[in-house]
Structure formats: structure tokens, C-alpha cells
């Protein structure tokens, strides 16, 4: 992982900090954080980064996953403290970035539906369908490797 370059101006209480510190641990691959970190609130209170996360999101945003973030903002020695309890913010998460493959993964996802099998399946066992693995992508072919 690579750190982004240490950023000219000290940190802003004026920035929106939840967003900065999700778009981090999303870029720095850290996706369950990112996550948890959307249902977060934070804020730069007299040069510490204050957290408060929903209790259940404990295991997700630990101190090594903050830190990590911090770090790739560019800010590796910015104090901060996360709490647990009940969110403030009522704010909706940030949209995550972008997809370039988006619109690949809905064709996919829109062939897989199609499928009588799949059909027939979701008639007899209810539910929804979250993700569809393209197998025919070089990364899912268990001989390439």
C-alpha cells in the first residue's frame, strides 16, 4: 500500500472527516472499515479526530484501520479516538466511487437473472440475489493460475 504525500495544510475541523477517512479505507482496500465507517461519525475537535461508530461496527474500526487511513490522507501522526455506541451523524453514507466495471456487472448480473434456472430457484427459495461472479473473467479461472 502505498501512502499518499503529506498534504501542505495542517488538518481542517472544517472537513468533512467522515468522508475523507471512507474514501480512504476504501482506496487502501479496507472495505468491511469502509463500510463502518459510513455509518460513523467524525469530526476534528481542538486537533483530535473524534469517532463515534454504532456498537456493532467494533470489530471493523479498530485503531490499525484508522491509522491506516489517516496515513494515506497524508496525516500519520493525527491524534484520534474512536467511540462506540450509537452514531450521530443522520447523514446518508457517502456514494461510494465510481465502478468502471459497473455497467459490466449489470450485464452480467441482468444474464444471471434471465436464467430459468435462477428463476426458478429464487420462485422456489425466495430471497435476492447480491453478487454474480463472472466466471468467465481470467481471475476466476482456476486453471490460469
Known amino acids: 500500500m502505498e501512502s499518499a504525500a503529506a498534504p ?16 480512504a479505507l476504501l482506496e487502501t482496500g479496507l472495505k468491511f472499515s469502509a463500510d463502518a465507517m459510513a455509518q460513523a461519525s467524525a469530526a476534528l475537535v481542538n486537533g483530535e479526530l473524534q469517532i463515534a461508530a454504532p456498537k456493532e461496527f467494533q470489530l471493523d474500526l479498530g485503531r490499525e484501520e484508522i491509522s491506516t487511513a489517516l496515513k494515506h490522507l497524508g496525516y500519520p501522526t493525527l ?14 453514507p457517502p456514494a461510494p466511487p465510481a465502478a468502471k466495471t459497473a455497467t459490466k456487472e449489470n450485464e452480467v448480473t441482468e444474464r444471471a437473472m434471465a436464467h430459468p ?8 427459495f425466495g430471497g435476492e440475489v447480491r453478487t454474480v461472479r463472472n466466471l468467465k473473467e481470467p481471475w476466476n479461472d482456476e486453471d490460469a493460475r
Do not use: C
Request: hydrophobic letters at 30%; zero cysteines.
Open 79 to 92: 491524534r484520534f479516538k474512536v467511540t462506540f455506541g450509537a452514531a450521530k451523524s443522520g447523514e446518508p
Open 117 to 124: 434456472e435462477v428463476q426458478r430457484f429464487r420462485e422456489l
Open 8 to 23: 501542505s495544510a495542517p488538518p481542517s475541523p472544517d472537513d468533512d472527516w467522515r468522508s475523507k477517512i471512507y474514501n
